[in-house]
């Protein structure tokens, strides 16, 4: 039997994670098309809507059956526009240990949203899922997500030298791959205590047992 992730609703004091579904196509793939996203992350481009359509409707759903992880849309709670997406991926259900990363669009950053979203998160896997490892993984010169991995209490275990791909403009205006460094932070349950206390509290979460 393997172990999965159940398909959850969390809400914060502005935001609500949830499933992501195909009404989030257009803003998914106009926020993969951002320059910081493809600097930083390994996503194809140019992100169409078609490779939007392709990650919620097949690999989304795929990586929660396998039990590898889950892919949550981060949304506004008062515009419901998409914020963001956290993903968690390599899980490991034996060690109780599973590593998250987070996107968050332009127009949204500066906000706070990342931290408020993967804070929420680490609550929900500490405390509902009785997680007891999360980790992360940022590029050595990705110091806006190194913020965030600071903000919700990760501790900085070192560096994993020339591990990551990243993307840099070149003078004619196309993108080459640069290696650099990772950076890989851990938190456990004991980090993020007194962590959430600008947060709502995100014990009410919501099931959906029908999305699959």
Not at 45 to 56: H, K, L, M, N, V
Request: glycine residues 8%; negative net charge.
């Amino acid at each position: 039997m393997t172990s999965t992730f159940p398909t959850i609703s969390i809400s914060t004091e502005r935001l609500v994670l949830r499933p992501l579904d195909e009404d989030d196509i257009p803003a998914l793939a106009e926020m993969m098309n951002d320059e910081q996203v493809t600097a930083w992350t390994d996503v194809p481009q140019p992100f169409t809507e078609a490779g939007a359509r392709t990650w919620i409707t097949e690999y989304a759903p795929t990586e929660r059956a396998a039990g590898r992880g889950l892919d949550l849309a981060v949304t506004e709670f008062l515009t419901q526009r998409l914020v963001g997406i956290i993903q968690l991926g390599k899980t490991n259900w034996h060690v109780r240990s599973t590593e998250m990363s987070y996107i968050i669009a332009p127009w949204a950053r500066g906000e706070g949203y990342a931290s408020e979203a993967a804070l929420a998160t680490a609550q929900w896997l500490f405390g509902d899922q009785k997680f007891e490892r999360i980790e992360l993984r940022t590029a050595a010169d990705n110091t806006a997500s190194q913020q965030v991995a600071q903000k919700i209490g990760c501790i900085s275990e070192g560096v994993l030298r020339g591990a990551c791909i990243a993307r840099t403009r070149t003078d004619d205006g196309a993108w080459a791959e640069v290696r650099t460094d990772y950076i890989v932070w851990s938190l456990l349950p004991e980090d993020i205590e007194g962590a959430g206390d600008q947060l709502a509290d995100t014990s009410g979460f919501t099931s959906y047992s029908d999305w699959n």
